[in-house]
């Protein structure tokens, strides 16, 4: 996969990046929360395929093994929090706090 950032990844995505990022993740939470024989749902096998998660270490404890984002991962995950605040609706201010104050 080219270093270019897909311009939307999808909310899923999203949503295992910011799952890793959370706290230290091994293998074996990865492959109990987020593995699936659903070929719609690939988000493990796609993130490891765009270079956004990787497994640290290697040999027979697969299982301990850290799984953590790469800095592509890390931008990805940092280019959706910022579309996602900037998009948020801007509160209402109440009749309270549109009112002209009458105090001198």
């Given at each position: 996969?080219?270093?270019?950032?897909?311009?939307?990844?999808?909310?899923?995505?999203?949503?295992?990046?910011?799952?890793?990022?959370?706290?230290?993740?091994?293998?074996?939470?990865?492959?109990?929360?987020?593995?699936?024989?659903?070929?719609?749902?690939?988000?493990?096998?796609?993130?490891?395929?765009?270079?956004?998660?990787?497994?640290?270490?290697?040999?027979?404890?697969?299982?301990?093994?850290?799984?953590?984002?790469?800095?592509r991962?890390?931008?990805?995950?940092?280019?959706a929090?910022?579309?996602?605040q900037?998009?948020?609706?801007?509160?209402?201010?109440?009749p309270?706090?549109?009112?002209?104050?009458l105090?001198?």
């Open positions: 996969m080219p270093d270019s950032i897909k311009p939307t990844p999808s909310l899923i995505m999203i949503q295992f990046l910011a799952w890793v990022a959370d706290r230290p993740r091994t293998y074996a939470d990865a492959m109990d929360a987020w593995r699936t024989s659903c070929p719609r749902l690939s988000v493990w096998e796609d993130a490891i395929i765009e270079d956004l998660v990787r497994i640290e270490g290697n040999g027979a404890s697969r299982g301990a093994s850290a799984v953590t984002l790469t800095r991962g890390r931008a990805v995950l940092q280019k929090k910022n579309a996602s900037s998009s948020e609706p801007k509160r209402a201010r109440s309270a706090e549109r009112a002209p104050s105090q001198h």
